[in-house]
């Protein structure tokens, strides 16, 4: 896992994680910020579903566009939540989330001065393991989620370690400033 991330299977999606215990003690969330960010989760999730199946036949171009396009309503709307100092504690926790694989979002990738022959690079492991995690869904993982869930988890470590390899010491280290103190979790 990369330094300073979470499990990203105790924070079932970047943008409900507020509604994880862990996270909303870390962002001292209010009692009306939790409800809201609740029914936020709620929302977005009912509406997942639809999304993605719009997305399976969609070009890895159109498919890239589109999900830019509803994380950015998803990042308007947490943030509409959020106080200024709890948005740059989210950010960092966010990072922790999505671990290396946030280094293909523009302004990420800005700030670690990611080259485009690293892009390029970053871009074709995350194209991998999406195909294989689309595979892997569509065949039913096997019919055990919790497995699936482990199949999924350890195609994204490995992806993580590949993008990592990529990475210059200078990145690595403005990562860590990036992602922040790690998020604590109760085990």
């Not at 497995?147 to 992806?159: D, N, V």
Request: with cysteine; hydrophobic share 35%.
């Amino acid at each position: 896992m990369p330094v300073g991330s979470v499990d990203a299977a105790r924070v079932p999606a970047v943008h409900s994680c507020c509604c994880v215990p862990d996270v909303a003690a870390d962002l001292k969330l209010t009692d009306d910020q939790k409800s809201k960010a609740q029914a936020l989760a709620e929302s977005q999730r009912q509406g997942g579903r639809e999304f993605f199946q719009a997305l399976q036949n969609a070009s890895p171009e159109e498919r890239a566009k589109k999900m830019q396009e509803r994380q950015a309503e998803q990042d308007k709307a947490t943030n509409a939540i959020l106080t200024a100092e709890q948005q740059k504690r989210f950010a960092q926790v966010r990072l922790q989330v999505e671990g290396y694989s946030a280094v293909v979002r523009p302004e990420i990738g800005q700030q670690l001065k990611i080259t485009d022959d690293q892009r390029q690079k970053i871009q074709g492991i995350q194209e991998g393991r999406m195909a294989a995690m689309r595979e892997l869904v569509q065949a039913g993982g096997g019919g055990d989620r919790e497995a699936l869930q482990k199949k999924m988890q350890e195609m994204q470590k490995s992806s993580d370690e590949k993008i990592a390899a990529l990475l210059t010491d200078d990145q690595k280290k403005q990562w860590k400033s990036m992602t922040g103190e790690p998020l604590k979790t109760a085990a």
